[in-house]
């Protein structure tokens, strides 16, 4: 862990995403339930489970993905009851919160405003994530209104970041190998903006370790774009790299 790191998990030295993860524990801290908000990829998820552990250590986070259950998430949270009691207790970390159906957000933010808060790990922590991407979903005004809300910077805003954020991916992918990135690298990458931001950084520089590197990855080792739409880029993330550099567009490309 390096002196500028708040926790371990997360990579970068980028003040708005200091401040961002400061936030978030204080919130957890203090038993106030926020909202993790910011762009597809950015590491929403990885900011809250974090905060999360630094309070309530190795206590079990009950996570429910929003778009997956849908009209039964109103069930997991409230159980048969018609009140705003909800059924759990502990960290909850409710993902793409924006998902949830209206009553369902306005009969969450019933009971947060309602709910005392509670210090270090009593009672319920319910944290969110949304998108903040146009075209996206946004959470209810009565939901949005009880919570504390967390912005993580996009990729592009913490191009000082890239660097630390690439080779620590690299040591995590290949870990009996040292492989780094050249500085040729590193400016063509400053200079390309991540509309899928950590996400996709990894699914380029998981595409160039298919390449003959000899520990030192280089622009000759880019993929034939990396700007990916959302079919490739989720093509990518399933292995398919074959077919995902076929279909992705060479306007925009970082080649």
Same mark, same amino acid.
């Given at each position: 862990?390096?002196?500028?790191?708040?926790?371990?998990?997360?990579?970068?030295?980028?003040?708005?995403? /200091?401040?961002?993860?400061?936030?978030?524990?204080?919130?957890?801290? @203090?038993?106030?339930?926020?909202?993790?908000?910011?762009?597809?990829?950015?590491?929403?998820? *990885? !900011?809250?489970?974090?905060?999360?552990?630094?309070?309530?250590?190795? +206590?079990?986070?009950?996570?429910?993905? #929003?778009?997956?259950? %849908?009209?039964?998430?109103?069930?997991?949270?409230? %159980?048969?009851?018609?009140? $705003?009691?909800?059924?759990?207790? %502990?960290?909850?970390?409710?993902?793409?919160?924006?998902?949830?159906?209206?009553?369902? +957000? /306005?009969?969450?933010?019933?009971?947060?405003?309602? +709910?005392?808060? /509670?210090?270090?790990?009593?009672?319920?922590?319910?944290?969110?994530?949304?998108?903040?991407?146009?075209?996206?979903?946004?959470?209810? $005004?009565?939901?949005?209104?009880?919570?504390?809300?967390?912005?993580?910077?996009?990729?592009?805003?913490? *191009?000082?970041?890239?660097?630390?954020?690439?080779?620590?991916? !690299?040591?995590?992918?290949?870990?009996?190998?040292?492989? @780094? #990135?050249?500085?040729?690298?590193?400016?063509?990458? #400053?200079?390309?903006?991540?509309?899928?931001?950590?996400?996709?950084?990894?699914?380029?520089?998981? /595409?160039?370790?298919?390449?003959?590197?000899?520990?030192? *990855?280089? !622009?000759?080792?880019?993929?034939?774009?990396?700007?990916?739409?959302?079919?490739?880029?989720?093509?990518?993330?399933?292995?398919?790299? +074959?077919?995902? #550099?076929?279909?992705?567009?060479?306007?925009?490309?970082?080649?």
């Amino acid at each position: 862990m390096r002196d500028w790191q708040i926790v371990p998990e997360i990579i970068g030295c980028n003040a708005a995403l /200091r401040v961002a993860i400061t936030r978030a524990m204080d919130a957890v801290s @203090c038993g106030s339930h926020f909202v993790v908000e910011g762009e597809a990829g950015s590491g929403r998820r *990885l !900011l809250a489970r974090s905060a999360s552990r630094r309070t309530y250590g190795a +206590q079990p986070l009950f996570s429910v993905d #929003c778009r997956i259950f %849908g009209d039964r998430a109103d069930e997991m949270l409230f %159980g048969e009851s018609s009140g $705003p009691e909800i059924r759990m207790t %502990g960290a909850v970390l409710l993902l793409h919160a924006e998902a949830l159906a209206i009553s369902t +957000q /306005r009969r969450l933010a019933k009971l947060l405003e309602k +709910q005392p808060r /509670r210090r270090r790990g009593e009672g319920l922590l319910m944290m969110l994530t949304s998108t903040t991407e146009l075209g996206g979903g946004r959470l209810d $005004p009565e939901l949005a209104e009880v919570l504390l809300h967390v912005r993580v910077p996009p990729l592009r805003e913490r *191009l000082e970041d890239l660097r630390a954020i690439a080779e620590a991916f !690299l040591c995590s992918a290949s870990p009996y190998e040292r492989i @780094c #990135c050249s500085q040729a690298l590193i400016d063509r990458f #400053c200079g390309y903006d991540w509309p899928g931001n950590i996400s996709e950084l990894r699914s380029v520089l998981r /595409r160039m370790l298919l390449e003959n590197h000899h520990g030192l *990855l280089d !622009l000759r080792h880019l993929p034939p774009t990396a700007m990916w739409t959302s079919e490739s880029l989720t093509m990518l993330r399933e292995g398919a790299y +074959q077919a995902a #550099c076929q279909a992705t567009s060479a306007s925009g490309s970082l080649q």
